[in-house]
């Protein structure tokens, strides 16, 4: 009964900002690995932005210092906040859960950006 659910996707104008949010039930959220994924037409899914049960973060190159990932135990959940957003990070943005060879993957969010 494990779920993982994304929200805060939508249209935003380039510049603008956006808040995504995953969160999970049926783990135990604090042993697992948070991360953002995201999939842009023809292209495969890249790591977006990652967070350990340590706090420790990465980012791709594209998005650092624009997104910021955190999470909050208490609430089972993790978010990244978009800053500075560009037509290239136009893509659906897929949450994920992983611990050991556990991985649990949300139906995804659509975040554009116009131009």
């Known amino acids: 009964q494990v779920q993982v659910v994304e929200s805060g996707g939508g249209l935003v104008q380039a510049g603008g900002s956006l808040r995504l949010s995953c969160a999970a039930s049926?783990?135990?959220?604090?042993?697992?690995?948070m991360g953002w994924f995201r999939q842009a037409p023809g292209k495969q899914r890249e790591l977006v932005a990652a967070?350990?049960?340590?706090?420790?973060?990465n980012y791709a190159a594209s998005v650092e210092g624009r997104f910021t990932i955190s999470r909050d135990n208490a609430k089972n959940t993790v978010y990244l906040q978009m800053n500075s957003l560009e037509p290239e990070d136009t893509a659906i943005y897929y949450c994920?859960?992983?611990?050991?060879?556990?991985?649990?993957w949300g139906q995804g969010t659509q975040v554009t950006v116009s131009a």
């Open positions: 994920n859960a992983h611990y050991i060879s556990n991985d649990f």
């Open positions: 967070i350990t049960r340590g706090s420790v973060t």
């Open positions: 049926g783990i135990s959220f604090s042993f697992y690995r």
